[in-house]
């Protein structure tokens, strides 16, 4: 088969959209020798990084790079639906479309659907995102013949918000890789970072949908002695963070710093409201971090009997896991040991192939 794929989501760095992204161009250049593959890319200001233009070509695939702007594609594709892909790629089997257009094609397609927060929390949503999200949908809707879904959770959200969808959506997590970092450079970077006490982590675009304001709200009533509260991600959209004492904002951070952070933590925490998939529960985990996430979407189905888990609207809740995990190390030890096991079931080769097996056969 020739198959097309949009990666262009991913430049943005640092979310789990970009970060799904990059995953699945990888398993593609590792597993997809089989089939002929055209990456697809478009963007103006953010550039593809130069690695994976080499993984793409090294492994003999084709990658087709268009320099126009996300919202003047989606007006063509999504508004105007006009100019098929294909004058782009070439003649496909399937197209594969990205988290931001839907242009029209004579291909078969598919498309992933990583969460349904537009229709769940629309108010945690940009207002720019919302709208493109929903016109993007209802070509899908008609126009795709597979989606695939990231958790259980996004596929009860799909038949709830999208029945017209009925039979079509499939169910594949994503994998997840990661890169600990040597006990000599975590040391290092530590440094860099002026990490001097025990630190509990979170990590995410800070948004609305994150609730953060709640975590430190939480973090504040406990007060936990010498123990900080450090937020790794770069601002999204919505109000800012007030500082607070004990809590930092470390912005964005290299991979390789990401993975120091999730190594040192006394324990990692997600508070979002509501998530498709999760990606930061799972690399804590595989970096052998406690976790305590949200008993809501596919984060409690996620972290379900490896971590603990608090309604995230309550911020007693949440200070008693803080409290519970700050000071009960054998409660830490017990749920690392579970959470490197059950991190075990999200590998990109399962993905690939599973996605490669619908394909064929649809």
């Known amino acids: 088969m020739r198959i097309g794929i949009d990666i262009s989501q991913i430049a943005y760095k640092g979310t789990g959209v970009g970060r799904f992204v990059h995953g699945l161009t990888e398993a593609i250049c590792n597993y997809g020798k089989d089939h002929e593959w055209v990456f697809f890319y478009s963007g ?23 320099s126009i702007p996300p919202t003047v594609l989606s007006f063509l594709w999504n508004t105007l639906h006009i100019k098929r892909i294909e004058s782009f790629t070439g003649e496909l089997d399937w197209f594969i479309t990205s988290d931001w257009t839907e242009p029209p094609a004579r291909a078969k397609k598919a498309t992933v659907i990583h969460d349904l927060t537009v229709f769940r929390y629309p108010k945690t949503v940009d207002n720019k995102i919302l709208r493109t999200q ?28 999208l029945p017209k969808f009925q039979g079509k959506v499939r169910r594949i997590y994503p994998g997840v890789e990661v890169q600990p970092v ?17 630190f509990i982590l979170t990590v995410g675009k800070l948004e609305p949908r994150k609730n953060l304001d709640a975590l430190l709200e939480a ?26 004492k004990n809590v ?16 040192e933590c006394l324990f990692f925490i997600y508070p979002s409201l509501w998530e498709g998939f999760g990606y930061p529960v799972v690399e804590a985990m595989k970096h052998g971090a406690a976790i305590a996430v949200s008993n809501t979407s596919s ?56 996605m490669e097996k619908v394909l064929s056969s649809s």
């Open 44 to 66: 103006l200001r953010l550039k593809l990084d130069h690695k994976i233009h080499e993984t793409i070509k090294k492994n003999g695939f084709k990658l087709v790079k268009a």
């Open 134 to 161: 929903k016109s993007r949908l209802k070509r899908v809707a008609k126009e795709s013949s597979i989606v695939f879904a990231d958790s259980d959770a996004t596929v009860q959200d799909i038949k709830e918000f």
């Open 182 to 198: 040597s006990t000599r450079r975590s040391e290092e970077l530590k440094k860099k970072l002026d990490i001097r006490k025990k």
């Open 219 to 244: 973090f504040e009533k406990v007060s936990p002695a010498h123990v900080e509260l450090l937020i790794a991600g770069q601002h999204g959209w919505g109000p800012k963070l007030q500082p607070q």
């Open 248 to 263: 930092r904002m470390l912005g964005f951070v290299s991979d390789e710093e990401l993975s120091m952070l999730y190594q």
């Open 299 to 354: 984060l409690e189905e996620i972290a379900r009997g490896t971590g603990l888990t608090f309604d995230p609207k309550s911020v007693d809740d949440i200070a008693h896991c803080i409290k519970l995990l700050c000071e009960n190390k054998n409660t830490r030890d017990d749920l690392k040991r579970k959470g490197l096991k059950r991190s075990q079931d999200f590998s990109w080769k399962s993905y690939y192939l599973e």
